[in-house]
């Protein structure tokens, strides 16, 4: 999840390091398409470590399990989890509603086979390898919810992905999204490179803030037929611990490709340790705090 480069994301990359750091951002930043990304330990633990963030009472994952569970209270329902990554929101959900029937898929074929590690104790859920653009395994009409967690921004068809949303889902279902408002750590990534090139680098064209935009992706939502579109802004901490190489990893872990093939890793270390002050505290553990990551959660129904 550490907003892979944010810049990197889903678009079609040439090294396996690059489609690694694609599906990050995806799930961190959440999921999109095309080559399957190929983890080794360190990008392991770095996104371990961050999907944890995620379980925070404030996170997405809790938010998400408790709207879909108000939404459908002690009923049976059937649901499908978009940009899935190894199995989240999906195995929240199920783990909280045994008798949901849940869908958890993904584009890549590499969090496929992790989430059939992470589902083997949730019954009832399925990991199922499907591109959010084209949901064509899933019929008409056949889900009572849809969720995706920060996986809308990388379509590179976003109105398509949502036109298939609306596709699947049944008279009055509900889909359920988040989206990123805030995220400081595009702005580290943003200080790094500009130390290192001597200007700002654009935004990158597959962005982890590309529905951040009041209204955007509202305005999206209405457009693929929703109604009763409703949205709330929560807030919550990332931990990046107390190990400083550890926390250097996860700064630069989005922009590692860049900073290596400009062979600038002294400067990236220097400037991140000099701007990271900006953006994070520390706790009593001496644990680096990112506070202020901020989401928006909308639900609409068909």
């Avoid at 694609?22 to 959440?30: I, K, W």
């Avoid at 990271?276 to 928006?296: E, R, S």
């Amino acid at each position: 999840m550490l907003l892979r480069s944010l810049s990197l994301s889903r678009s079609r990359l040439s090294t396996a390091s690059r489609d690694t750091r694609r599906s990050l951002v995806s799930r961190s930043f959440s999921s999109s398409k095309e080559d399957p990304p190929k983890f080794d330990a360190e990008m392991v633990a770095v996104y371990m470590k961050i999907a944890e963030q995620h379980t925070h009472p404030k996170g997405p994952w809790p938010l998400m399990t408790k709207a879909v569970s108000e939404k459908v209270g002690d009923a049976p329902f059937k649901m499908l989890d978009i940009a899935s990554g190894m199995g989240e929101p999906a195995r929240s959900i199920g783990l909280a509603l045994p008798k949901g029937e849940i869908i958890a898929s993904d584009v890549s074929e590499d969090m496929i086979v992790k989430a059939e590690a992470s589902l083997k104790d949730v019954p009832n859920v399925t990991p199922l390898l499907a591109n959010a653009e084209d949901l064509s395994t899933i019929d008409d009409n056949s889900m009572d919810i849809v969720t995706c967690c920060y996986g809308y921004m990388f379509p590179a068809d976003k109105d398509k992905a949502l036109e298939e949303t609306f596709r699947v889902l049944k008279p009055g279902g509900t889909l359920i999204a988040t989206t990123w408002d805030r995220v400081d750590m595009i702005s580290i990534a943003g200080d790094i490179m500009e130390a290192i090139l001597g200007h700002r680098p654009p935004p990158p064209p597959l962005n982890p803030m590309a529905l951040s935009e009041d209204g955007l992706f509202e305005s999206m939502v209405v457009k693929a037929g929703f109604q009763n579109v409703i949205t709330e802004k929560s807030t919550y901490p990332f931990d990046f611990g107390n190990d400083r190489g550890f926390q250097l990893k996860c700064g630069t872990l989005l922009i590692k490709d860049k900073i290596e093939e400009l062979g600038a890793e002294e400067v990236a270390e220097k400037t991140f340790f000099e701007c990271v002050p900006k953006y994070t505290t520390t706790d009593a553990n001496g644990h680096m705090i990112l506070p202020y990551n901020t989401f928006q959660m909308l639900t609409a129904t068909k």
